[in-house]
């Protein structure tokens, strides 16, 4: 899932520091509702430390009553290895769902990474979108199986 509408970046002094929009927050939480209304069962949240991401995980966390399973990777974050993401994967139960939360291009590039054999294949994931990809293997190479992929207006209609 990418983080919520948090503006335009050239209004904030620091980028690492800014908020969800009162729009974003409101976004995220009809995008939450919704993916719990689709009969998600997510085992952990991880997100990215950015304050944008990590607001975005605690409104879904909330809403899936999962604030206990709530961790913060920097892995996630724009500047993260996805080798290292992969790795910290590779160590979870092969059973569990996991709900990223993250930014742009980074998840575009993941997703791209998992379930092409070309590289550079990229997905756009708009502000909010979420996808849900089946992971077949984490290392040595890493693929999976895109399920869905939904953007916030579709996500929006469901609730």
């Known amino acids: ?30 995008i939450a509702k919704s993916l719990k209304s689709l009969k998600l069962d997510v085992d952990m949240i991880a997100t990215s430390p950015l304050k944008r991401a990590l607001e975005t995980a605690e409104i879904v ?3 899936f009553q999962k604030t206990k399973k709530l961790e913060t990777w920097n892995e996630l974050s724009p500047e993260g290895e996805r080798r ?15 709900l990223l939360v993250g930014h742009e291009p980074y998840l575009s590039t ?20 979420t996808a849900k990809i089946v992971i077949n ?13 939904l953007t916030p207006r579709q996500l929006k209609k469901l609730s």
Do not use: Q, Y
């Open 1 to 30: 899932m990418r983080h919520g509408d948090a503006g335009n970046r050239r209004d904030i002094n620091n980028d690492l520091e800014r908020s969800l929009t009162a729009e974003g927050r409101e976004e995220v939480e009809r």
């Open 84 to 98: 290292d993401l992969l790795e910290r994967l590779s160590r979870l139960n092969e059973e569990s769902t996991v």
């Open 110 to 129: 993941l997703m791209g990474d998992l379930i092409s054999n070309k590289p550079g294949t990229r997905i756009v994931l708009k502000k909010g979108g």
């Open 61 to 63: 966390a909330e809403i």
């Open 137 to 149: 293997s984490l290392l040595p190479k890493a693929s999976g199986e895109l399920r869905w992929l």
